[in-house]
């Protein structure tokens, strides 16, 4: 146990932590990129809605997983978590608290306790900076290990817990592989023993073989440190495997949030219907003999978002009220909510996934 | 301590040498580094013993004028009977000085303006590249001409104006790096691990901006010493009797049909020296940039 000995050398935890309640609360989250026009005076002539009206909860020790086409608005959600974008209405609140009051010191413990880990192994790594500096950082940062030596070697416990032989920490990023690399980005984010990482697609740019690799480390660490995840994902089938719970998003909306396995078994939404479909099972019988749903159209541009239902333009169940009103998240009992009018009706279409 | 998936062949490293050690490898294996950096040494060497190793006193008007390159004026005198060899030896000080501290200052000036106006953006991007438009609108010399009439002549004064002329094009570069450069995804990672904006500036931004700086700042070292010889060529530089390359080159003009080595030798010392510093910049990037780096 020495090495989590070492990882578990004091660590304030910034604001005192407190217990009840979710961990993380978005409270009607929108984040609006304005369109501007005009070379000399620029006017604003309208928005990009990116996240438009979400509200949703990440649990303590739990792992939510946001899942949704690209462009979606679902790195954006993440950036707005990190305090990376600034809500342009709505708020975040971390522990009880809304991170966009902190102050210095306690954006500072905000920081610590929330992390990150990003898409892109080849870009979220500072190409000028060895391996024991990037890990490192964090601690420097943060003034938490004045100790040249006392770094070093917690650096190297890092870089093992995460499967990294500490011979690693004087290479560049570019002298390592794609795993390697994103196995970096954990100990990052792993440095400051958060409480909440945000994964944003985090293995996605991975081989499928590396991927599998990723999600078990994830998994162990999540037991070992008691991690909260809000997992950031377009592979349903990574999602299903890694996450308790899932929440679905199109046009910047939330369309339906529920525990896993039964968003996977019994999807309300006809989005997350067509989503699922989508998912191909690695049974060339049950494959053949599906009934597949394939989305009419493309994604409307999210700056002049439909009306209504933003999905109806492209839902097989849409009706003339679809058109006109806006679907609120309505909770179908067990804490399965869905943004659709016709939700709860029996479903006229049955996905066939493939078994768990 | 269970151990997770490990990544299983390590695979094969050579040991590998770093820092200076690395860059003298370089300089060593690369051929025209090795070019630039004996040239840069011997003209070094000038600057700083110059007056000891000069074969005459570089205002004695002691000899014939106009006398071409011979066993006793290896390349010749000027039209003041002067051995030009020695006036070129001892100008070596002032015009690398002038060359190398006048870059310097610029550089350090303009990347401040540039990286501090690309990374805050807003109010603060717009004071600084209204400025540097500003003079952007005006060409180097006349800036340096007329910062030369405002501040006085000398070798310093000289220095500051051309260096501040030359503030704008190294802003222009390093604002356009940081623009790119702080949309990585590393720079968000740094934001997310708290880091300060002058950490991120600092080790994050500039380190990877370093290759077109380089270029410009070698580049500009020869405009500086043209520079100063253009001024001291109309009297706004260091004194006429402190021998530079510029004001050799200049003085040669109204000779250069009948006495040839007037010109070509002052040319040559000045062309060498840029030459020079453009091979070690050129090796001093590639040193620079790790992700190109061989193992030498």
């Not at chain 1, 939510?64 to 990376?84: A, D, Y």
């Not at chain 1, 500490?166 to 984010?189: C, F, K, N, T």
């Not at chain 1, 008691?226 to 299903?240: A, P």
Request: charged content about 20%; aromatic content about 8%; proline content about 7%.
């Amino acid at each position: 146990m020495t090495v989590a000995a070492e990882m578990d050398r004091p660590t304030s935890k910034g604001p005192a932590a407190q217990t009840e309640g979710p961990l993380l609360e978005l409270r009607g989250l929108s984040k609006h990129f304005p369109i501007r026009r005009g070379a000399l005076i620029p006017r604003t002539v309208g928005a990009v809605k990116a996240v438009d009206n979400v509200s949703l909860t990440i649990r303590r020790g739990e792992t939510l997983g946001l899942v949704g086409e690209s462009g979606c608005g679902k790195s954006t959600i993440g950036r707005c978590i990190l305090k990376l974008e600034t809500p342009t209405a709505g708020s975040v609140h971390f522990d009880g608290a809304d991170i966009a009051a902190f102050d210095g010191p306690q954006t500072a413990g905000f920081r610590r306790r929330v992390q990150a880990i990003f898409q892109d192994p080849f870009s979220s790594l500072n190409p000028r900076m060895k391996v024991a500096e990037i890990v490192g950082e964090p601690l420097i940062v943060h003034k938490m290990e004045p100790d040249r030596n006392a770094l070093d070697a917690r650096v190297r416990a890092l870089l093992d817990v995460c499967g990294l032989s500490p011979r690693l920490a004087d290479r560049y990023p570019h002298e390592m592989s794609g795993g390697q690399r994103q196995r970096v980005g954990i100990a990052r984010a792993l440095a400051l023993r958060p409480d909440l990482i945000v994964c944003d697609e985090a293995v996605s740019a991975l081989d499928v073989s590396i991927q599998a690799q990723i999600i078990r480390l994830l998994e162990d660490l999540r037991e070992e440190f008691d991690l909260t995840y809000l997992f950031i994902g377009h592979d349903l089938s990574v999602v299903r495997h890694i996450c308790h719970r899932v929440a679905v998003m199109y046009l910047g909306k939330l369309v339906e949030i529920s525990e896993s396995e039964r968003l996977f078994a019994d999807p309300q939404h006809p989005y997350t219907q067509a989503l699922l479909s989508a998912v191909p099972v690695p049974d060339p019988e049950i494959e053949e003999r599906r009934d597949h749903q394939v989305l009419k159209g493309e994604i409307p541009s999210p700056s002049n978002p439909p009306s209504g239902c933003v999905f109806h333009p492209r839902c097989p169940l849409a009706d003339q009220a679809c058109t006109e009103t806006v679907p609120e998240l309505r909770d179908l009992g067990d804490d399965h909510k869905a943004a659709c009018l016709k939700a709860g009706e029996p479903p006229t279409f049955q996905p066939t996934t493939a078994p768990p | 301590m269970t151990q997770h998936a490990s990544v299983p062949a390590e695979e094969f490293m050579p040991r590998r040498v770093t820092g200076w050690g690395r860059f003298g490898r370089l300089v060593m294996a690369d051929k025209k580094a090795l070019v630039g950096l004996v040239l840069l040494s011997i003209f070094v060497f000038a600057a700083v013993f110059g007056p000891l190793i000069s074969p005459h006193d570089p205002n004695d008007m002691a000899f014939d004028m106009i006398l071409g390159p011979s066993l006793a004026h290896p390349l010749g005198t000027d039209d003041l009977g002067r051995d030009l060899l020695s006036r070129l030896i001892v100008g070596t000080q002032v015009s690398l000085f002038v060359g190398i501290s006048t870059v310097a200052l610029a550089l350090v000036l303009g990347v401040t303006l540039g990286v501090l106006a690309g990374y805050f953006g807003g109010w603060v991007d717009h004071v600084v590249m209204r400025y540097i438009d500003l003079q952007w609108a005006f060409p180097n010399f006349i800036i340096a001409v007329y910062l030369v009439a405002v501040l006085g002549t000398g070798l310093v004064n000289v220095i500051v104006a051309i260096s501040l002329a030359f503030v704008d094009d190294f802003a222009r570069i390093a604002r356009g790096m940081v623009l790119s450069i702080k949309e990585e995804q590393y720079v968000a990672a740094a934001r997310t691990v708290g880091a300060s904006d002058f950490r991120i500036m600092w080790r994050h931004i500039l380190p990877n901006a370093t290759a077109p700086i380089i270029v410009q700042a070698t580049v500009s070292v020869s405009y500086a010493i043209l520079g100063e010889a253009s001024l001291s060529f109309l009297g706004l530089g260091v004194e006429a009797s402190t021998p530079t390359w510029g004001l050799i080159l200049s003085e040669s003009r109204s000779f250069i049909s009948r006495a040839w080595w007037l010109g070509i030798f002052p040319g040559l010392a000045i062309m060498l020296t840029v030459l020079s510093i453009n091979f070690l910049g050129d090796a001093l990037r590639d040193f620079l940039d790790v992700r190109e780096s061989r193992d030498y």
